[in-house]
């Protein structure tokens, strides 16, 4: 994605010393490419979310599908937020046997094997899913019925993604009375995503948006108290929303992911929070009219949003390819054939499922790393 009236950037600059990076002695015996994530810039970065929720009625809920790591979830929870909200199952069992009390599964959920990771997971922690249909509601309860498990349930509702969630607030009240009625399941409330509306690059325009979007989840979760029913959470949101849909008085578990690690892409619509997280890639081809390839492709960079940014040098993004990484060089210093340089992906979340481990960077020295422990353990 460009962000309207943009091209492909140029040089990204970051706030920690990436030449001291390159020369390690230690990440320099590692082939590429490899993820690196500079620990002080991650450390601010959930300080600074956290902070911002200090006098807000809502709670962060970080969503881990950004980082995938149960090191970084804990560091998340320590820091003050209520529990996690992933978008898989594995995540959530890596989640729940990490420890984590607390668990959303912001994403609606219909497969029996996958299910049956669900409600046992929900025999060791507070779990609670995304459901937009009866049938998956009977499915959801069939599971949990299965193992004995208490499975929370929040009526997803679509506000204009048209991705997950019912059609319209009568069909929420509807699945709202199903789930209510039905024994292995607890409802918990209304989810609702305004994920359409998180690259709109006016910030003020974007909150607007957002806001307005929300009106039909408002009206469903006021409709449900309205009933008598239990409907205590209202959860949404996203790191670039996070100052105004997650500033809703009736918002509970704001859903932000992003901010804990950052990219290339998001940092324009969030620039509050730094790219904490870098791959390092060598580079195949250098040549004097321009082009410039790293040995980094689709296959350990997710493309699916935005540019990749070297950091330090001026390149243009052409295109990232199965194996390769191409740019335009734009002026200033060329790297050379056989360097490494670091770069911003363009899509943290989709680069970070695609390692299994993430090194650390902390002051100048390798640090303890974190693995990537709550991805597919097929993949
Ligand atoms: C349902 C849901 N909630 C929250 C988020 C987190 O948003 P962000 O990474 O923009 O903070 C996402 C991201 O894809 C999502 O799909």
Known sequence: ??????????????????????ASARLNEVPTPFLVVDQPTLERNLAAMQNAFGGRSASLRPHVKTHKCTAIARLQVAAGAVG????TTDEVAAMAAAGIGDVLLGNVVTDRQRLRSLAASATVARVAVAVDSEE????LAAAAAAVGALVGAVVEIDIGMARNGVASVADGIALAETIAATPALELRGVMAYEGHLVDTADRAERGELAVRAFEPALELLHELRARGLEAPIL??????????TGALPEMTDVQAGTYALMDATYRKL????EPAAVVV?????SRADGPLVLNLGQKRLGSDWGHPEIVGYEARHLYTAEEHCVFQHAGGPRPRVGERVALLPPHICTTMGLYREAFAWRDGEVADGFAIDARDPLA
């Open 281 to 285: 890639a060598t580079v195949l081809t």
């Open 270 to 273: 969030a620039p509050e929070f």
């Open 1 to 22: 994605m460009t962000l309207p009236g943009e091209e492909a950037p140029l040089a990204a600059t970051v706030d920690f010393d990436v030449g001291d990076l390159l």
């Open 235 to 244: 959860t949404g949101g996203a790191t670039a929303t996070h100052d105004s």
């Open 84 to 87: 996690v909200t992933c978008s």
């Open 136 to 139: 998956a509601v009977s499915l």
